[in-house]
């Protein structure tokens, strides 16, 4: 079953709004990472996240790890038309070495 | 320069034939993954190779044959395609297999089964 859960699947926004996406998971994680695709394109690395609690900011971006390490959200405040794609959090557990992608949040910006 | 490259981008093929798509990086990683993602967008791993030696392997059908000749390709055989194995297959790689490791994508192949 899935592993990482995410919410919600898609938002339609106005530009200039925010946007939210929350990753959830039953289990703790060791660490989450932030992925952006594109339509049509690939996944690329936006951000990791390891310590509890922990915040990280990339411009208009936010991303938080919950205290208990098992959920995360990214944040964009005043959206733009190059924010529109799939946002996907991965989340790792302890002691293994792969991912566990969650669903995605597919993000639509209309100008 | 692309970092993770893949080959073909799109491939249509007949239910029951075998294809096969290849990946190669010159980021100098050491670990190498192939993903599926289908029509929902979930990204599923499917394989995963550090040094040439599988350490990671889903529950994915023995009709898919990963090989990596070296540590820089990851190739992905599968025999007897079905409807089902319609999606796009992504190749990744990381430093190593350490699971604080970026992945780095590549652009994706496209499979369409008819």
């Known amino acids: 079953g899935q592993q990482v859960m995410q919410i919600p699947q898609y938002q339609h926004v106005q530009e200039g709004e925010d946007f939210t996406t929350y990753c959830n998971s039953s289990?703790?994680?060791?660490?989450i990472q932030w992925y952006k695709q594109r339509p049509g394109g690939h996944p690329v690395f936006l951000i990791q996240?390891?310590?509890?609690?922990e915040v990280k900011k990339q411009k208009r971006l936010t991303f938080q790890f919950g205290e208990a390490k098992k959920n995360s959200s990214l944040h964009i405040t005043a959206t733009q038309t190059t924010d529109v794609g799939t946002y996907f959090c991965a989340g790792s557990k302890y002691n293994f070495n792969k991912f566990y992608f969650g669903s995605g949040t597919k993000l639509n910006v209309k100008p | 320069d692309t970092a993770v490259s893949q080959t073909p981008k799109y491939l249509v093929t007949q239910m029951g034939n075998d294809k096969s798509i290849k990946c190669e990086q010159n980021?100098?990683?050491?670990?190498m993954y192939w993903y599926k993602q289908d029509s929902k967008k979930f990204l599923k791993i499917m394989f995963s190779?550090?040094?040439?030696?599988?350490?990671i392997n889903e529950t994915v059908p023995n009709r898919f044959s990963p090989k990596s000749p070296d540590k820089a390709h990851l190739n992905l055989h599968i025999n007897s395609l079905e409807l089902g194995d319609s999606a796009v297959y992504f190749c990744a790689s990381s430093q190593d297999n350490h699971n604080t490791d970026t992945q780095y994508f590549g652009p994706g192949t496209r499979l369409t089964v008819l």
């Open positions: 289990t703790t994680l060791s660490n």
């Open positions: 190779y550090n040094n040439k030696e599988l350490i």
């Open positions: 980021l100098g990683h050491d670990t």
């Open positions: 996240l390891v310590k509890s609690g």
